[in-house]
Every structure is written in structure tokens, then in C-alpha cells.
């Protein structure tokens, strides 16, 4: 078969300022935000010291899909990832749904994880997370972010990538702190019973949440320089950085904290314990610049989406306007900006963080079923599976396994979104007089 191009976006006009380390840095802000520094607790309380294979077992679970992505990642060179996976795979609709779904699960983890900031921030100034103060501090941190990215992709990138070495400094700091402290104590001697495996399962539910977030790396394939070869490399780099992370992170808090499963702030309890009140100081150093970090990154890839839904004709043609000067799509990050504002402003946002798990595992289904469609075209072209559809399969399997553990609650607001993505869509193919999408090959 004829090699194929890889497919892109020719009324794309982002510069290609992304190279692997830019990449990388996304994948790893995607999944190491706020989660870990309160799961050891809750995964010590189902599983006890069997805790840490439940790491390596979530990112077992998870490989398939992140396979699945890197492989498609290689053969896009167009903004939007998922919405481009669905759309060449199973038309415009689909891949309309998949991109919605995406952005509103953005969306609200960013207000939220804005309110948590500004929670952390009450730590040290306790005047900042109340009243005015509150509202004070989520407009200068989302109104600068937002600022920062409309500038310019390397100025986001260059913010993003010094967040990111403060912040695996403070966790780096904690795990060899442990290892300098408690040495050999540091490993567990599996002699306790193993715990029913409804336990272990919970524990696996429960950590799979920090394995999510990577898919905001694919996004912006539109301004990487080699899509082909980075995407790829910079999704299992950054899992494998990631489960090695974590594994270490919970071995130092079950050595440290002799009540691990009762604790409420693990890693904080674990700081302290091993070097005192400042470094309880430290670890929160570490929240804050974790959860910032993980908000940069979100808004560099969520607003990307709405920028490539316009240039398809499924968005009002406002949302895809680069701006002159800056070479960004500051319309989508402007609006991003503003209604996570108003999101983090309400506070109310918190509740829906459910919903965004079970829209993530719709758009995970739909990229792993897009693989075995869009192989044939793409014969000769990028990172290629082995073992035909076993993994794609496998991604599929696992997702479906998720999708059963969560609320009914979850089910009606992600129903809700579909049925207000569907009206958006439709109104927008009616306002732009088009009937499929504008792509087309390079």
C-alpha cells in the first residue's frame, strides 16, 4: 500500500515551536498534579503495603490506551488530537463529541484545581483563600496564566518547564530524603496478609485518577515540530517517569507516617515527619507548584480545542483567529480563561469532578477504536502497534472495566453535556453552512 501523508490542517497558522522535552513536559503536568500528594493514604487504606504494585498496576491499565494514542499522535500533524482521531475515523460528529466531552473535563478540573491553588495559597496567607481575598487571588493566577499563554506557545512552555522542575525538586527532595533517613526501612516486607481483592480493586480505582491527563499532550500536534517521532516518545517517557515517581513516593510515606491510612495530607504529614516544620513548608511549596504547573498545561492543549472545532466549521469562526502579532489562538484561550474564572469564582465547580473521568473514558474508547480504521490508511507512516488489534482491544477493555465503577451520578451529568455539545454542534454546521470538516491531507 502507498505510504500515506500525515494529515493536517492547511488553514493551520501556528508556528511549530514543540519538540520532545515540550511534549514531555505536557504528558508529565497531565498526570502528576494534585492527586498524588493525598492518594497514598487512601491507597495504604485498601491495600496496605501491596499499595505500591497498584502504580505499576494502574499504569498496566492505562498502557494500552496511551499506546493507542501515541500511535495515532504520529500520524497527525494538525491541531486537536482527539477530535482529529474521531473525525477521520468515524466522521465529524464523533470527533465533535470526542473534543467536546475533552473540553468541558478541562474546563472544570481547571476551576477546581484553581479553587485548590488558592486553598494552598491560604497556608501561608490565610487572607488570600477568603472573601474578596479569594476572588482577588483566582483573578490575578487565571488572569496571568491566561496572559502568559496568549503571549506566545515558548513562553508557556518555558513557565511550564520551570513549574516542573520545582515541583519534582520537592518530591525528588521528600523520596531521598526518606532513602537518606530511613534507608532500608524504606522497603516492605510483604509479610502482611493480602488484602480481598474487592480491596484491591477499590485501590486501583482509586489511583487510576493519577493516570489521566496525559491525553492534553496530543492536542497541540499542530505546533510540534516532529509529531511522528516526539508524540510517541513523550507519552511512554513520561508514564515511565510518572510510575517510577509515585512508586517511590508511596514507599516514603508508608515508612514515615505510622498512620498512613487515617491521614488526610500524607506527603504533608510524611515532610514533617522526616524533617520538621520546614519541611512541611517545603511540601506545600510542592502543591502549589504542582497544581500551577498542572493548570498551565491544561490551559496550553484545552484551548487548542475549541481553535481546531472552529477550523472544522463546528465552532464559530471567532474561536479560530490567530492573533498577529503573538502567533496563538488568544480568542479559545481567552474564552478557556474567563469561564474557568467564573467556574473557580462559584466554587460549585468541585462537584462535577466526577463527570470528567467518565467523558475522558468515552474519549479514550474512541481513540483506541480509531486505531484499527485509520492503520490501513496510514500504512508505512509513524510509530506502528505490534500484535494487530490485541492492544487496541486491551485499551477498550480497560476503559469499559472503569466506566462500570462509576456513579449514576456521573452518568447523567456526562449525558447532560452530550445532549448541550450536540445543539452546539448543530447550530454551529447550520451558522457556517458546512457539512464535514475542512482537513485535508499535507
Avoid at 517517569?241 to 504533608?268: G, K, N, R
Avoid at 474567563?338 to 462537584?351: E, H, R, Y
Amino acid at each position: 500500500m502507498k505510504k500515506a501523508p500525515l494529515i493536517k490542517n492547511k488553514s493551520e497558522k501556528l508556528p511549530r515551536n514543540l519538540g520532545l522535552w515540550g511534549l514531555w513536559l505536557l504528558v508529565v503536568n497531565g498526570f502528576v498534579g494534585a492527586g498524588i500528594f493525598g492518594l497514598p493514604s487512601g491507597a495504604y487504606a485498601l491495600a496496605g503495603e501491596y499499595s505500591i504494585w497498584i502504580y505499576a498496576l494502574c499504569a498496566l491499565l492505562m498502557l494500552p490506551v496511551i499506546l493507542c494514542f501515541a500511535e495515532l499522535g504520529s500520524y497527525f500533524r494538525g491541531t486537536g488530537g482527539p477530535i482529529r482521531y474521531g473525525s477521520e475515523a468515524f466522521g465529524p460528529f464523533i470527533g465533535f463529541q470526542a473534543g467536546w466531552l475533552f473540553y468541558v473535563a478541562r474546563l472544570i478540573s481547571f476551576a477546581a484545581n484553581s479553587v485548590l491553588l488558592v486553598d494552598s495559597i491560604g497556608y501561608f496567607l490565610e487572607p488570600a483563600a477568603e472573601g474578596a481575598g479569594r476572588i482577588i487571588s483566582l483573578a490575578v493566577i487565571i488572569g496571568g496564566l491566561t496572559l502568559i499563554n496568549m503571549l506566545g506557545s515558548l513562553e508557556s512552555i518555558r513557565s511550564l518547564a520551570l513549574f516542573t522542575v520545582l515541583k519534582f525538586s520537592v518530591l525528588i527532595f521528600l523520596v531521598f530524603g526518606g532513602l537518606a533517613l530511613l534507608g532500608t526501612e524504606m522497603l516492605p516486607s510483604f509479610t502482611t496478609t493480602v488484602p480481598p481483592v474487592s480491596d484491591l480493586g477499590a485501590a486501583a480505582l482509586l489511583l487510576i485518577y493519577a493516570f489521566v491527563g496525559f491525553e492534553g499532550a496530543v492536542v497541540p500536534a499542530g505546533e510540534t515540530r516532529r509529531p511522528e517521532r516526539d508524540m510517541p516518545l513523550a507519552l511512554l517517557y513520561g508514564l515511565g517517569a510518572t510510575v517510577v515517581l509515585y512508586m517511590l513516593i508511596q514507599l516514603t510515606a508508608e515508612s514515615a507516617v505510622s498512620d498512613l491510612a487515617s491521614s488526610s495530607s500524607p506527603l504533608l504529614d510524611a515532610s514533617a515527619v522526616l524533617f520538621g516544620a520546614a519541611g512541611a513548608v517545603i511540601l506545600m511549596i510542592g502543591v502549589v507548584t504542582s497544581v500551577t504547573g498542572n493548570l498551565i498545561g491544561s490551559l496550553f492543549s484545552a484551548p487548542r480545542l475549541t481553535y481546531a472545532m472552529a477550523l472544522e466549521g463546528w465552532l464559530p469562526k471567532w474561536f479560530g483567529k490567530v492573533h498577529p502579532g503573538w502567533l496563538t489562538p488568544a480568542n479559545s484561550i481567552l474564552f478557556y480563561g474567563v469561564f474557568a474564572f467564573i467556574g473557580a469564582a462559584l466554587g460549585s465547580f468541585t462537584f462535577l469532578a466526577a463527570m470528567t473521568v467518565l467523558s475522558r473514558l468515552f474519549l479514550y474508547i474512541i481513540t483506541c477504536g480509531a486505531v484499527p480504521v485509520l492503520r490501513p490508511v496510514f500504512e508505512g507512516s509513524g510509530f506502528r502497534l505490534k500484535g494487530g488489534l490485541l492492544i487496541p482491544v486491551l485499551g477498550i477493555l480497560a476503559c469499559i472495566w472503569l466506566m462500570l465503577q462509576v456513579s449514576f451520578h456521573s452518568i447523567w451529568l456526562t449525558a447532560l453535556f452530550i445532549v448541550i455539545g450536540t445543539g452546539l454542534y448543530f447550530f454551529a454546521r447550520k451558522q457556517n453552512g458546512t457539512g464535514s470538516g475542512q482537513s485535508d491531507q499535507n
